[in-house]
């Protein structure tokens, strides 16, 4: 793992005995004093984190005046939620005790990630909505910067707004480099352009910094309220569980970082914005830094079916960070 590479062969799917393909992608490890200690692929080259960007806006919008009434709340703002009842409750309660309705909401309607939760809501006449769509939480945390600052809310996701300023900001101080490009995310908000190793830095400054401040308190908020991060059965949920002080935070296309609390970080993508291939290269990094359990050992295989059977498996490459 030392020629850097546009890209690399990190996990196989096999079905019974054939390797049917192979997932590529790239990712690097910080050791805990930031150093790069192994890395696969293009780990320099500028990507969007997409949802992996969230913990670092969240401190963006700590320093720019943000005060939320439980730390839990924080943790939504940071997070990519299922869309469970707990979920919308505590975003539509962060609205209104900044005097908004879900109409201030500027990301899109969409269904709740999690189908049971979208059957039902569809059962009882509901369609997509605002308030459902996974970014809702930062988004509302985004308009409650805004309401204790004083500044516009109709405009809050225009890259020029004092909020996205502030924001664009603190994504570069975190990573330790300029921000290549902005684009716009799913959710509309503005995107911001890192390397894998400035993700994976950014990771590592927050778990590692003093505790009390931005960087320490989104950290602990999201380590201590998980499924707000996320959801039932979902990965950052499922890794910070398993893995006592664990950072996690998945983004889409195939993105995910994680930070330990000794300062060892992980950031990877998965070249075909594959979900399932994320888990078993983040279980097999965590294992080459030596944090393995039999809750990991539960995650670093995903099953492939077949008429509902288990008939294959996504794993990582054998040697993969020999």
Request: charged content about 25%; proline content about 5%; hydrophobic content about 40%.
């Amino acid at each position: 793992m030392n020629e850097q590479v546009e890209q690399t062969p990190l996990v196989e799917l096999v079905r019974g005995e054939i390797r049917e393909g192979l997932h590529h992608g790239s990712v690097v490890v910080l050791a805990p004093d930031g150093r790069v200690a192994r890395f696969a692929g293009e780990v320099n080259r500028p990507m969007y984190p997409r949802s992996a960007n969230k913990p670092a806006q969240a401190v963006g919008m700590l320093r720019a005046g943000l005060r939320l009434d439980e730390e839990a709340d924080l943790a939504m703002a940071a997070a990519s939620h299922n869309g469970e009842p707990e979920h919308v409750l505590r975003t539509r309660e962060v609205l209104h005790r900044h005097d908004l309705t879900e109409d201030a909401l500027r990301c899109p309607t969409d269904w709740p990630l999690r189908e049971d939760e979208r059957d039902r809501r569809a059962s009882e006449g509901f369609g997509k909505q605002r308030i459902t769509m996974n970014c809702s939480g930062k988004h509302a945390a985004m308009l409650a910067t805004c309401t204790q600052r004083g500044w516009a809310t109709e405009d809050y996701l225009d890259p020029k707004h004092p909020l996205q300023i502030e924001l664009h900001g603190a994504v570069a101080e975190l990573a330790g480099e300029p921000i290549d490009s902005v684009s716009v995310d799913g959710c509309g908000a503005p995107l911001f352009a890192l390397s894998l190793t400035g993700l994976a830095r950014t990771f590592r400054s927050m778990v590692t910094a003093t505790t009390g401040t931005t960087e320490r308190r989104v950290a602990d908020a999201m380590r201590a309220h998980p499924w707000f991060v996320a959801g039932t059965e979902r990965e950052d949920t499922l890794l910070m569980r398993a893995v006592p002080g664990l950072l996690s935070k998945s983004g889409v296309e195939g993105v995910l970082a994680l930070a330990l609390p000794d300062g060892h970080a992980i950031a990877l993508k998965i070249a075909d914005g594959s979900a399932r291939a994320r888990l078993p290269v983040a279980v097999a990094a965590l294992r080459a830094v030596g944090v393995d359990n039999e809750s990991l050992t539960e995650l670093a295989e995903s099953s492939v079916l077949g008429g509902g059977r288990r008939m294959g498996t996504v794993r990582a490459l054998k040697g993969l960070f020999d």
